[in-house]
């Protein structure tokens, strides 16, 4: 029960967990967003165009009394991660740290099994590796509460989603990438396979609850239109039908396979076909008589991925960068034997300069646990509104209802504020690779080399102004001297992973800074 300082409080926080009005309908949380551009090759080969990368992420409330921290809210991780007061290093310190022992119901947990941490027990670790970062924490068990209003008070009220969670409270993290990063940690929304431990998994929590949090284990993804005024949201106990075109009508349900889906941790549902100029691909055909491709949504992830073998099969379907730049359809499988046409026009997966163009397909590699399956993120999710549906097991998925009222886009601000940017001295043009690896940052090279040079902008200005080119031409005539420590004795200089995010993050209006993190799907967790 949450302790404050007066009574009142403490029957209000009494009456909106344990009443018979404890139980939420419907929560809408506003996600604050950053855009991050980041570059990538042109399809033509002829230079490198700007992609956008979006974490969307809320405030949540932990413990008794609660302290408040900014997690994104990703399909595609398993745990709820935080950084605690144990952590020193600079990524925690720049970030809210969670307290144990200034909340009165923290209890902390020794193995992932949810065993309780007792006087002399020994207690396991978790480190999970994102990108080139990594942390490392251990088990702690509390309550969480989510709210609509995200005031500034820390007051939880009636109406507010409560629920006792097991997350990871971080105890060592890596400078690169986390502390530019503006949120604290991650809100994990996938299913059990990503997840530390079954009580770690918030959506097994959820089904669990028996109806005692929310009405129906649901939640739902609005994402916004990059370039309309509106902002983007989860809602938990059920779905906003006036988010989707042509309301209920308009939501076709996806069946997923439970125990596949939760054995892998992605919500998964399945796909009989691509098409493209109304022609089949065959993307799926096996020796099966049943063929179908797996599908996996994610909204923590901006890129469309799949099998590189597939991949390049769509793109050479598509033609490369030939205007008209074909439509491409996705045919799913619903409910009940029907299909659902997911379909992506040219604005929705390509940018174009010209006679050049950047796609937002990226062939992976899976592990052979994960098997030859496919990624919808941001690109599709923006366009169609998502609800997941941890009760029937399915996924539903309409045409998102966008207001036609546009913002500045992203790319515009970016290019606008590159434009503003005030001339400084000269800096000696070096790179100082002994900082880089006492930060336990790769070398500039590597820096360089993964696309990380525009993406964190201050790393690259103080120690890479070299390997990241953005010397002046004052600064190329200065003499160039170059740290002790080269790159191929600090960081494994093997070619980048096949999924690498980068870019320059920049605010998005009434949304805060931050930057996305680098994301892999070699990775257990993504």
Same mark, same amino acid.
């Given at each position: ?366 592990? =052979? ?7 919808? *993120?941001? @690109?599709?999710? &923006?366009?169609?509104?998502? #609800?997941?549906? %941890? ?104 070619? =980048? ?7 320059? *993050?920049? @605010?998005?209006? &009434?949304?805060?800074?931050? #930057?996305?993190? %680098? ?8």
């Amino acid at each position: 029960m949450l302790r404050c300082w007066c009574m009142a409080l403490v029957a209000l926080d009494r009456a909106s967990i344990d009443g018979a009005d404890a139980v939420t309908e419907l929560l809408t949380l506003p996600l604050q967003e950053y855009v991050s551009l980041f570059d990538r090759p042109t399809h033509e080969g002829k230079g490198r165009m700007p992609l956008h990368v979006t974490e969307y992420y809320g405030k949540v409330l932990m413990g008794d009394p609660p302290q408040e921290f900014g997690l994104v809210f990703d399909t595609g991780s398993g745990n709820i991660v935080l950084p605690t007061i144990k952590c020193g290093d600079e990524a925690c310190e720049d970030h809210h740290r969670f307290s144990s022992s200034a909340s009165h119901s923290a209890i902390q947990v020794a193995l992932e099994d949810g065993t309780v941490l007792a006087p002399g027990d020994e207690r396991d670790t978790t480190t999970i590796t994102y990108g080139t970062g990594k942390l490392t924490g251990e088990y702690i068990r509390d309550r969480m509460c989510l709210r609509s209003d995200q005031a500034n008070d820390r007051i939880v009220r009636p109406g507010d989603m409560c629920i006792q969670v097991d997350f990871l409270g971080v105890t060592q993290e890596s400078r690169f990438p986390f502390s530019e990063l503006p949120f604290d940690g991650i809100f994990g929304l996938g299913l059990g396979g990503l997840s530390a431990g079954p009580s770690f998994n918030f959506v097994s929590r959820l089904v669990a609850s028996n109806e005692s949090v929310v009405r129906k284990p649901v939640f739902a993804f609005f994402l916004r239109n990059l370039n309309a005024d509106e902002d983007s949201e989860i809602t938990f106990g059920g779905y906003k039908p006036d988010r989707v075109t042509g309301g209920d009508s308009g939501l076709t349900w996806l069946p997923v396979p439970k125990d596949e889906a939760d054995e892998k941790g992605y919500w998964i549902v399945t796909m009989r076909d691509i098409y493209v100029r109304s022609v089949p691909l065959g993307i799926c055909n096996d020796s099966n008589s049943h063929p179908r491709c797996q599908v996996a949504m994610d909204t923590g992830t901006a890129l469309m991925m799949g099998p590189r073998h597939s991949v390049n099969q769509l793109l050479r379907a598509v033609g490369g960068c030939s205007q008209p730049i074909p439509s491409i359809r996705f045919e799913l499988d619903a409910v009940g034997g029907g299909t659902f046409s997911l379909v992506l026009d040219q604005e929705d997966f390509a940018e174009v300069q010209g006679t050049d163009c950047a796609f937002v397909f990226q062939p992976v590699d899976l592990p =052979p646990n994960l098997g030859s399956m496919w990624v919808l *993120g941001q @690109t599709a999710l &923006r366009k169609y509104y998502s #609800v997941y549906d %941890a009760e029937r097991w399915q996924v539903g998925i309409g045409l998102a209802r966008h207001t036609e009222t546009s913002r500045e886009s992203a790319l515009s601000q970016f290019q606008s504020s590159q434009s503003m940017q005030t001339t400084h001295a000269p800096e000696v043009c070096e790179d100082d690779n002994n900082n880089m690896v006492w930060s336990h940052l790769p070398g500039c090279k590597q820096f360089a080399s993964l696309g990380y040079c525009t993406r964190f902008s201050p790393l690259a200005h103080k120690y890479c102004r070299l390997s990241c080119d953005i010397c002046g031409a004052e600064e190329r005539g200065a003499p160039i001297k170059i740290s002790d420590a080269k790159d191929e004795d600090v960081a494994d200089s093997s070619s =980048p992973a096949a999924v690498q995010v980068s870019g320059s *993050g920049m @605010t998005v209006s &009434r949304a805060k800074r931050g #930057v996305v993190k %680098a994301r892999s799907l070699y990775l257990a967790e993504v």
